[in-house]
């Protein structure tokens, strides 16, 4: 049986991730992939920790990353994506957003946001890309474009045509919103 | 067909439209809540709201006694409240079909307890199918309707929280056509559960239990995969496909159909392996009935009953091969646990609530979040609209001393699930406990649904409006309050007291929640620390705003800092710093 490929998203109730999660969805499945993906919803959201699964292949069965299996893993915050370390596979990857949001016990006072989490990631996958997704999108038009930004720098991580990720952006983007998409898409991709 | 990347909740409606389902209705509920959010998009379904689980069924059993065929949606929990027409609905059976699905949430993603909903199919004398992906939940709504018909029955469909969310490609089909009209027909011996017709109707429900029994085991949507001839599981739902990841070369029986069992099919299976498993999640509900056949399988022996399964915990469970981790942090990461929004209206109650040492009964909603720190003010919370009766029993076997402190906390959507009855029966027979009604016009914790007293129904049409303060009145309370829960002194004052008060009272605290689409007007200006005034005493940090950040490192003390991405100025820090700190972003301005 052909090898399953998981992407392991995660980060911060209220960034957008589960949108980030249908386009690459959609793009897998317009690529001819069976896909699954699979988040929670409800208590999870409201400033928690987010994750989203997705798997794709020849025939996927789990909707649910086996632990230890993640090829990829998709960070949008640096803390989150320290949190699903253990999901990752020994040779997997990292694309991470260079950010920090704080959690309520660090914005309240009562502990601290841990220093050094970027070189720590880098130390232990030294391969990852992190990717300044809030300049960059700044750059393409728009700040609320980082997580086109941040598809893009994933996109050069997989073997999918270019021309079936800028169909699926045109097809869940709002029509007002796809220039700013498109070239945010590609700064991501070329940084 | 067109195929289409849909979650099993996407999926169950389009299965209820390709099935010529007239009427659809559920009361929202994690993680079933999206199943009516798109049946919303067939016209030809009439899909609403109701208030709750057990209205929701009874609508659905209206429309089936008109001959139209129904769809009724809920979460686990909500089941419970619906039992009560559920049991007596399987003796009538159908005219037309009518499917319930309900939505189970193993490791209690968000609910409040993990009840496999597996055992109300035995207990209610209903047939149950269990989707695996979300072409089966496509698939098994739609031919629940010619099984509900076929057999004269309500069936379920049955989901989790891995299945009602997850999303998989599906291949839809055209709708069926041809089914009749709806109409009148008067059948009492059949509807109308008399004794003596109940007693009558029970002997056909086991008759037909059998039936579909024997039937079942013929069925594609119980399968065989012929692989190994030394190992065999019995598995459903998505337990399926953990089993599949787990063993790829074991034979399995799959099943779709979860009540009643194929049994045939399943002895005929099981008399072929040396080593059987049934593995599913939650209860041994498969196992208990398949060992009660007299036939040995490995199951809750090994694996959990609490929590959800997943593939590592099925392969640890089993001894297939030890979890690997490859990479940890190796630092400890704070958690990030959920939290109320920014300018959520909820807010500066609890914090009220906190100051004036109440013992806070409370309910489900986002205000269960009143528990985290620092708002640390709720004291217990069991199910929709346990925080009425909770505070009266409470208060009555109270010393006067502290019969007082006693607040029950609900939100307006709960309120008229169940809470209205608690409240009845708080003025009937003489508690002094006070409610808190929090009304922020949504029913918002599973996403801002509409509610009776929203003044909008499911499909976004105006509607009457239930009024909130008239209805409380109506039930004999004499002292209703209404306040803005943004104001923190003038809720302080009239909580202090209605808590006080020796008689019945509700405190309304009436303020839109912030996520509210048609009504962002009231996001306002968002607000700033003068670092000259703030004098770190962290004040402000008390009522865990999220836009509001500690920097320890900054000044003598620390300072506090809003992030401007976040602040939709409400303004309860600015209430709460003595030093003036807080002004208007851009502006020399105190916020006013």
């Known amino acids: 049986m052909d090898k399953v490929t998981n992407i392991l998203l995660a980060g911060v109730g209220g960034q957008g991730i589960l949108l980030a999660s249908e386009v690459l969805s959609e793009v897998l499945m317009m690529a001819g992939y069976d896909v699954k993906k699979n988040e929670v919803h409800g208590m999870s959201q409201r400033g928690g920790s987010v994750t989203s699964h997705v798997r794709f292949g020849e025939k996927v069965y789990s909707p649910i990353i086996p632990e230890g299996e993640a090829d990829i893993l998709f960070g949008f915050e640096i803390l989150e994506t320290c949190r699903y370390m253990p999901f990752l596979k020994a040779n997997g990857k990292i694309v991470v957003n260079r950010l920090q949001i704080m959690p309520s016990s660090v914005a309240t006072g009562l502990e601290r946001y841990p220093e050094n989490l970027e070189a720590m990631i880098m130390s232990k996958v030294p391969e990852t890309k992190v990717v300044d997704g809030l300049d960059l999108a700044v750059n393409a038009g728009n700040p609320r474009t980082v997580n086109t930004v941040l598809l893009g720098a994933l996109s050069k991580m997989m073997d999918i045509d270019l021309k079936l990720w800028n169909q699926a952006l045109e097809k869940m983007v709002p029509k007002k919103f796809i220039a700013e998409n498109l070239k945010a898409f590609e700064l991501g991709r070329q940084s | ?592």
Request: aromatic share 6%; with cysteine.
């Open chain 2, 1 to 592: 067909m067109a195929k289409e990347i849909l979650s099993g909740n996407e999926a169950i409606a389009r299965g209820a439209y390709e099935a010529g389902v007239k009427l659809a209705v559920a009361y929202p509920g994690t993680p079933s809540t999206e199943i009516l959010e798109n049946t919303i998009k067939y016209p030809s379904i009439d899909s609403s709201w109701a208030p709750n689980e057990k209205v929701a069924l009874e609508v659905g059993i209206g429309a089936c006694l008109g001959g139209a065929r129904s769809l009724v949606t809920m979460k686990h929990v909500g089941l419970n409240v619906a039992a009560d027409p559920l049991f007596t609905l399987s003796y009538t059976g159908v005219r037309s079909g009518l499917v319930l699905v309900v939505a189970d949430d193993p490791e209690l993603h968000s609910s409040q307890n993990e009840q496999d909903s597996r055992h109300y199919a035995r207990a209610a004398k209903m047939p149950m199918f269990e989707p695996a992906d979300s072409q089966e939940a496509l698939d098994f709504t739609r031919l629940a309707y010619d099984v509900s018909e076929q057999f004269d029955t309500p069936v379920f469909v049955r989901t989790t929280t891995r299945i009602s969310h997850s999303k998989s490609i599906v291949e839809e089909a055209e709708p069926q056509t041809g089914l009749p009209e709806p109409s009148l027909k008067r059948d009492p011996a059949k509807f109308v559960m008399l004794p003596g017709n109940a007693r009558k109707r029970h002997h056909v429900v086991e008759d037909e239990l059998l039936k579909m029994a024997d039937w079942a085991a013929q069925q594609p949507f119980n399968r065989i995969e012929e692989r190994s001839a030394e190992v065999g599981v019995i598995t459903s739902g998505v337990s399926y496909q953990y089993a599949r990841e787990v063993l790829p070369d074991a034979s399995v029986l799959k099943l779709g159909l979860v009540y009643p069992l194929a049994k045939k099919l399943i002895s005929d299976f099981a008399a072929r392996f040396k080593t059987l498993y049934v593995i599913e999640e939650l209860e041994p509900f498969i196992e208990d009935q398949v060992r009660a056949m007299g036939i040995d399988v490995i199951g809750k022996d090994c694996l959990p009953i609490c929590g959800e399964l997943t593939p590592g915990r099925v392969a640890a469970a089993i001894g297939h091969e030890e979890l690997v981790v490859n990479h940890t942090a190796d630092v400890d990461l704070p958690n990030r646990p959920p939290n109320m929004c920014p300018g959520c209206p909820h807010r500066g109650v609890f914090y009220n609530l906190k100051r004036l040492k109440a013992f806070v009964t409370g309910d489900i909603g986002c205000y269960t979040l009143g528990f985290m720190p620092p708002l640390s003010a709720m004291d217990s919370c069991i199910c929709m609209g346990a925080s009425v009766g909770n505070a009266s029993g409470l208060n009555k076997v109270l010393p006067e001393s502290e019969k007082q402190k006693v607040v029950g906390v609900i939100g307006d959507s709960t309120f008229l699930h169940t809470g209205i009855n608690g409240l009845m029966d708080m003025v009937y027979n003489g508690s002094t406990a006070t409610l808190v009604i929090l009304d922020n016009r949504t029913t918002a914790m599973t996403g801002r649904q509409e509610n009776p007293s929203s003044g909008f129904t499911l499909v976004g049409q105006e509607s009457k409006e239930v009024d909130l303060e008239a209805l409380c009145r109506s039930v004999g309370v004499e002292h209703v309050r209404t306040v803005n829960p943004w104001d923190l002194e003038q809720t302080r004052s009239v909580l202090q007291e209605e808590m006080d008060r020796k008689a019945p009272s509700v405190v309304i605290t009436r303020g839109p929640c912030i996520l509210i689409k048609r009504d962002m007007g009231q996001r306002k200006t968002p607000l700033e620390v003068d670092a000259d005034k703030c004098t770190g005493c962290k004040a402000c940090l008390n009522i865990g705003c999220p836009a509001i950040e500690w920097r320890p490192d900054e000044g003598e003390r620390g300072k506090a800092v809003v992030s401007q991405l976040l602040c939709v100025g409400c303004g309860i820090c600015d209430q709460l710093c003595k030093f003036d700190a807080f002004k208007l972003v851009d502006s020399e301005v105190k916020n006013g």
